[in-house]
């Protein structure tokens, strides 16, 4: 009887020290990984917002961040109270919309990559403790498109001609955001610069940011619209029959897209600057183009575009 009651014991215990994921099994036992977070993740309302704010979520999470995913979050003013506040964490900006931030700039600054970014860079630091990290370089800048056959039948290329054509009376609907026909270096900055007014019923103004609903309404005809608010990166303007009108004399500030993230996490957690900056040094303005229109054009989740991307370029397994 002891014979076997020993037997069944060495037999326990065999069992004990195989079995995966026994403390015996590895040598004893693991330190718990370190908790890191939570971290909240916002973007903006818009196809870009949500690609590149998927982005960081997932690159955190596969860090071992815990994440709080509050992407699409809202427009710019929104999210960027947001920030200020310590309601969210991290998002990625543009460098351009400096100018925005810090009324008084020199106009000028903003028109050149590097300097716009330095000058947010610092400026943003100093006066709210908000860290920019290194931005892609592609410039995200707003422009005006119309549909295709409106220019080719009216030889618009460009703003100057644009504004000829409104001159002659020409019909003309444009879809916007609220904060592209508000805001003072947007569509007035244009209309400033190419002497040019838009009167009500020539604005369609929706109250979010995506660019892929304005688009689509130039490109249906909605309401009588043949002209949409448009970004430089936008991968859905050729698909529907839009062309991007160029702004000859550079009203446009340059608006690089960038991860910003409050100065204490930003402190706490050093890895995050790491993680992210080789990531966006690949976003050049063809990719953008490419990842915006498998969601804007193919339907392509967000989600989904970002995943493929992070894994094909070797930053995610």
Do not use: C
Not at 72 to 81: A, E
């Amino acid at each position: 009887m002891v014979a076997i009651t020993r037997k069944y014991v060495l037999v326990l215990v065999l069992m004990i020290v195989l079995l995966p994921g026994s403390l015996f099994a590895r040598g004893g036992a693991e330190e718990p990984a370190p908790e890191k977070g939570p971290v909240v993740v916002a973007s903006k309302i818009d196809t870009e917002g949500a690609l590149l704010g998927s982005m960081i979520v997932q690159l955190l999470r596969a860090d071992g961040f815990e994440v709080v995913d509050r992407t699409q979050f809202g427009p710019t003013d929104v999210i960027r109270r947001a920030i200020i506040n310590d309601e969210i964490d991290i998002y990625p900006e543009y460098t351009g919309n400096g100018g925005f931030f810090f009324e008084g700039t020199d106009s000028g600054v903003w028109r050149d990559a590097e300097t716009a970014y330095e000058t947010v860079r610092d400026l943003d630091l100093e006066e709210n403790n908000i860290v920019w990290l290194r931005p892609a370089p592609a410039n995200n800048t707003w422009a005006i498109a119309i549909r295709e056959d409106l220019a080719e039948q009216e030889r618009i290329t460009d703003l100057e001609e644009l504004a000829a054509y409104l001159e002659r009376g020409g019909s003309f609907r444009l879809a916007g955001s609220e904060e592209f026909v508000s805001r003072d270096d947007a569509l007035p900055a244009f209309e400033d610069e190419y002497g040019f007014s838009l009167d009500s019923d020539q604005l369609l103004v929706l109250s979010g940011g995506d660019t892929a609903v304005t688009a689509q309404a130039a490109a249906r005809g909605t309401d009588g619209v043949n002209a949409a608010m448009a970004y430089g990166t936008d991968g859905q303007l050729a698909a529907l029959g839009l062309v991007v009108l160029e702004d000859t004399r550079g009203v446009q500030p340059v608006y690089e897209p960038a991860p910003i993230l409050r100065a204490d996490i930003h402190e706490s957690y050093p890895e995050i600057e790491e993680i992210l900056s080789p990531v966006f040094a690949t976003l050049t303005l063809t990719t953008l183009q490419e990842l915006n229109s498998k969601i804007a054009v193919e339907g392509q989740d967000a989600e989904q575009v970002a995943g493929d991307y992070l894994r094909e370029q070797g930053f995610l397994q």
